[in-house]
């Protein structure tokens, strides 16, 4: 996902000491928990019932234009995705119900629109919240405390995961350390409510597999991982032009490097040839070391072109997937 334009700042956020305050329509999350099919574990269930090792969700960013552009309310996205392309769980951008994280009646209508349409709530990408590698201490305690609020919206919904940034200024061991500390803060307050906290590759220094890996090791925890992106591995980008890649980490080598800690996955394209191929991965490839690492959960599309329409592009994406996951099934 683009986060040059993903980068609007939510204010506020749940401030939380050493206990952990439920508010109230989580705690309605939490007893409705026994009887809910939610998670990896639906994940797992609704793959094998199609005959794929995976099961298919649509990640929100695909129609980021539709949704800046007023063409789709946030609300509707469970429904379309579901109605349009067949898709039955959905990964939300917190960039489009910003100002909502703690609005009860709100997530309540969200909530109902899932169930209603028969649609499983994924995960919540968060952006705009101060990222999760500030090596300032006060400033990474203020961008973890942003996200408080945000885990136990995705808990209300019936997520298993919230997606963070792992962003910061510094060395690449000074970023690692502060990576650290605030990714396991963060899961340790998730962890009672059977969260998880997840980090895509994402630019700069998360974009190298190696070194997010490495801070996957170190904080050693089960309900924290990653969230490997097929095409997010670019390290540094040309000042002010995104399209310009100045130093990209191998995107097989960096796949392979994130699976084993992976919570998800997010099938991100372009372009497609003739064929139906993606032009810049090779999706048998990628989706082979997805299955080596003996992943069986959602994989998110996440179509990113322009030549083809989002709609277009999100079901050449669909069937890109269906085809090669068939395939290696």
Same mark, same amino acid.
């Given at each position: 996902?683009?986060?040059?334009?993903?980068?609007?700042?939510?204010?506020?956020?749940?401030?939380?000491?050493?206990?952990?305050?439920?508010?109230?329509?989580?705690?309605?999350?939490?007893?409705?928990?026994?009887?809910?099919?939610?998670?990896?574990?639906?994940?797992?269930?609704?793959?094998?019932?199609?005959?794929?090792?995976?099961?298919?969700?649509?990640?929100?960013?695909?129609?980021?234009?539709?949704?800046?552009?007023?063409?789709?309310?946030? #609300?509707?996205?469970?429904?379309?995705?579901? !109605?349009? &392309? $067949?898709?039955?769980?959905? =990964?939300? @951008?917190?960039?489009?119900?910003?100002?909502?994280?703690?609005?009860?009646?709100?997530?309540?209508?969200?909530?109902?629109?899932?169930?209603?349409?028969?649609?499983?709530?994924?995960?919540?990408?968060?952006?705009?919240?101060?990222?999760?590698?500030?090596?300032?201490?006060?400033?990474?305690?203020?961008?973890?405390?942003?996200?408080?609020?945000?885990?136990?919206?995705?808990?209300? #919904?019936?997520?298993?995961?919230?997606?963070? !940034?792992? &962003? $910061?200024?510094?060395?690449? =061991?000074? @970023?690692?350390?502060?990576?650290?500390?605030?990714?396991?803060?963060?899961?340790?307050?998730?962890?009672?409510?059977?969260?998880?906290?997840?980090?895509?590759?994402?630019?700069?220094?998360?974009?190298?597999?190696?070194?997010?890996?490495?801070?996957?090791?170190?904080?050693?925890?089960?309900?924290?991982?990653?969230?490997?992106?097929?095409?997010?591995?670019?390290?540094?980008?040309?000042?002010?032009?995104?399209?310009?890649?100045?130093?990209?980490?191998?995107?097989?080598?960096?796949?392979?490097?994130?699976?084993?800690?992976?919570?998800?996955?997010?099938?991100?394209?372009?372009?497609?040839?003739?064929?139906?191929?993606?032009?810049?991965?090779?999706?048998?490839?990628?989706?082979?070391?997805?299955?080596?690492?003996?992943?069986?959960?959602?994989?998110?599309?996440?179509?990113?072109?322009?030549?083809?329409?989002?709609?277009?592009?999100?079901?050449?994406?669909?069937?890109?997937?269906?085809?090669?996951?068939?395939?290696?099934?």
């Amino acid at each position: 996902m683009k986060s040059y334009s993903r980068r609007t700042f939510v204010k506020g956020g749940l401030m939380a000491g050493a206990g952990l305050a439920l508010s109230p329509f989580l705690l309605q999350a939490c007893a409705e928990e026994a009887s809910s099919q939610g998670g990896a574990e639906a994940a797992t269930a609704m793959g094998d019932a199609k005959g794929l090792f995976f099961d298919i969700s649509l990640a929100q960013w695909s129609l980021h234009k539709m949704l800046f552009a007023k063409e789709l309310d946030n #609300l509707d996205f469970p429904a379309y995705a579901k !109605n349009t &392309f $067949g898709i039955s769980g959905v =990964e939300f @951008v917190n960039q489009f119900f910003k100002d909502k994280a703690e609005d009860q009646a709100y997530l309540n209508d969200l909530k109902g629109r899932c169930t209603d349409n028969g649609v499983s709530p994924v995960l919540i990408m968060v952006d705009g919240e101060g990222g999760l590698g500030i090596t300032k201490a006060s400033e990474l305690t203020k961008a973890i405390e942003n996200h408080h609020k945000w885990v136990e919206a995705a808990k209300f #919904l019936g997520c298993h995961s919230i997606r963070v !940034n792992a &962003f $910061g200024e510094g060395t690449r =061991e000074e @970023v690692q350390l502060a990576a650290i500390e605030g990714l396991s803060r963060l899961g340790e307050f998730a962890k009672p409510m059977g969260m998880n906290i997840i980090v895509e590759n994402h630019g700069g220094y998360s974009s190298d597999g190696s070194w997010l890996s490495g801070v996957m090791r170190q904080v050693g925890m089960d309900n924290v991982g990653t969230l490997p992106d097929f095409g997010n591995f670019c390290i540094t980008r040309k000042k002010g032009d995104w399209e310009t890649c100045l130093e990209e980490y191998d995107r097989y080598q960096g796949t392979t490097d994130l699976m084993p800690f992976a919570k998800g996955v997010s099938a991100k394209t372009h372009d497609f040839d003739e064929a139906g191929n993606e032009t810049k991965s090779d999706y048998r490839r990628l989706l082979t070391i997805v299955k080596e690492a003996g992943y069986k959960g959602f994989i998110g599309i996440e179509y990113e072109g322009s030549r083809l329409s989002e709609v277009e592009g999100i079901k050449a994406t669909k069937a890109l997937l269906e085809k090669v996951g068939a395939e290696l099934s």
